[in-house]
């Protein structure tokens, strides 16, 4: 009985020293910030709902920032695009994984309050419609290539 407790608290320590954060149904995985200016960062991950119905990100805090928020990129009427905020939030379709990525959706941090050098760890709060508040740390780090695949124009 000893060996089955033993086993199981670290199993419970494992999981929480994983970098990933996992709420409820909401599991964000592969998270990282990337920052390119001294003022502005953004962060990119995966988004999973394991649940039975849709959720919805609606917005994410961070004490590193001034400003967080679910931004986008769209094509302006001269076909340049542009980085534009996301208003509604970003829906997690049921049983889905949704990519926060370069070029896409992603979290944009503005007026840094904190010089974020790599290797820092620094924390969020995301809120979801159903999910709730999650925390999480993810780690700064600018030269990354993303783990997961991304879809590029040729359907690959």
């Known amino acids: 009985m000893k060996n089955y407790i033993f086993t199981a608290i670290l199993f419970v320590i494992v999981m929480f020293l994983n ?33 039975d119905v849709d959720d919805r ?3 994410v805090a ?7 928020e ?15 905020p996301i208003e509604s939030g970003i829906t997690i379709p049921a049983k889905h994984t949704v990519m926060l990525e370069r070029g896409g959706n992603h979290i944009m941090f503005l007026g840094l309050t904190e010089n974020v050098q790599d290797g820092d760890e620094i924390s969020l709060i995301l ?21 997961f695949h991304q879809h590029n124009d040729d359907g690959g």
Do not use: C, W
């Not at 094509?75 to 534009?84: E, K, L």
């Not at 709730?132 to 030269?143: H, M, P, Q």
């Open 19 to 51: 970098s990933d954060a996992i709420a409820g149904e909401i599991q964000i995985k592969d998270a990282y910030l990337r920052s390119s200016h001294p003022s502005t960062a953004a962060a990119f991950m995966q988004l999973i709902n394991k649940s």
């Open 127 to 147: 809120t979801f419609e159903l999910a709730g508040d999650i925390k999480a740390k993810i780690l700064v780090d600018s030269n990354r290539r993303p783990s």
């Open 70 to 84: 679910l931004h986008s990129h769209r094509s302006d009427s001269n076909g340049i695009m542009r980085m534009v």
């Open 62 to 68: 961070s004490n590193v920032a001034e400003r967080v």
């Open 57 to 59: 990100l609606l917005a």
